[in-house]
């Protein structure tokens, strides 16, 4: 079929995301065809990746041999470099002042190669086309639970193609919001002690593309990052407690979505080494208590605004 004939056919912002691709010396066909399945159908393939789905058992395998040929189209433009799962899919944790600068910037951006703040050997770029227009989406890690945390609209989706695809296919569980509603769910969620992640897919144009905002009991990244895939970044902070401030009263411990707070023998203990650097505890102190600090062996930092004044 003639190529402009195929254009037509499709919808606008499935257009829009195909062209945008077209773009991209290193984004081949079935990369397109990965990220729209992906972006198209969300609940089912999040539902089968994460074991929830009722047919996830009857699909694995051939999830499996799509899983190598993807990995093998990484491969090949990676120069027989072995890329991993975590390598094509990943989230960066971003406290909530810094997840703020993601969903206020207000003008297009084009950040690549961030490999000391995103180490991964794909999609690490932070490109944004009208990063003005963001849609809420039900969260796909929570609409494939049994007994889901609420709300479920919670996932911004940040700037085109992507914002335009979401709301357009999926029109009874996204909508569009302004900056100030993102802003909103940001704080609302972090008040719930939940963990802002800035996620990067190779399927998606090879870079940043949503804020998700994870629990550890529904989403999939998080369980995955328990079970030994790497697929989560450190902040590049570390929580810090102010010993003459704190009570060991034991409130923040529950809020932990690592696992990182823990009581004994009465004293508030933290393992730095779990501890991601989210922020989600500090809120839920009445001591005022914890903060954040930099820690080298956590990374750097995703500050947009630093990144964009260099």
Not at 115 to 134: C, G, K, M, T, W
């Amino acid at each position: 079929m003639n190529n402009k004939i195929w254009q037509k056919l499709l919808k606008p912002s499935t257009r829009s995301f195909y062209l945008e691709g077209k773009k991209l010396s290193n984004y081949s066909f079935w990369d397109w065809l990965h990220g729209y399945v992906y972006s198209r159908w969300p609940y089912f393939y999040i539902g089968v990746g994460t074991g929830e789905h009722r047919l996830s058992r009857m699909i694995a395998p051939l999830w499996k041999i799509a899983s190598k040929v993807f990995q093998f189209e990484s491969n090949g433009k990676d120069h027989g470099k072995k890329v991993t799962f975590a390598d094509t899919y990943h989230g960066k944790v971003v406290p909530l002042e810094e997840a703020k600068q993601l969903v206020t910037i207000n003008k297009s951006l084009d950040i690549g190669d961030m490999e000391q703040v995103i180490p991964y050997s794909r999609a690490r770029d932070i490109v944004l086309l009208n990063p003005d227009h963001i849609a809420v989406l039900e969260c796909p890690c929570r609409a494939s639970r049994s007994t889901p945390c609420e709300p479920l609209d919670v996932c911004l989706i940040i700037g085109e193609p992507f914002a335009g695809f979401i709301v357009e296919h999926h029109p009874r569980r996204a909508r569009w919001i302004s900056q100030k509603e993102a802003m909103d769910i940001l704080t609302a969620e972090h008040q719930r002690g939940h963990v802002h992640h800035a996620f990067f897919k190779d399927a998606m144009l090879d870079r940043f593309y949503a804020i998700c905002n994870c629990c550890s009991c529904c989403c999939g990244a998080m369980q995955a990052w328990q079970n030994g895939i790497p697929m989560l970044a450190p902040s590049g902070y570390v929580i810090n407690i102010d010993r003459n401030r704190c009570q060991s009263c034991g409130a923040c411990v529950d809020y932990c979505q690592f696992h990182a707070l823990s009581m004994e023998n009465g004293r508030l203990i933290v393992d730095e080494e779990k501890c991601m650097g989210c922020g989600a505890c500090i809120p839920h102190c009445e001591q005022h208590a914890h903060s954040l600090v930099l820690d080298s062996r956590k990374g750097i930092p995703l500050e947009i605004q630093k990144l964009m004044g260099n």
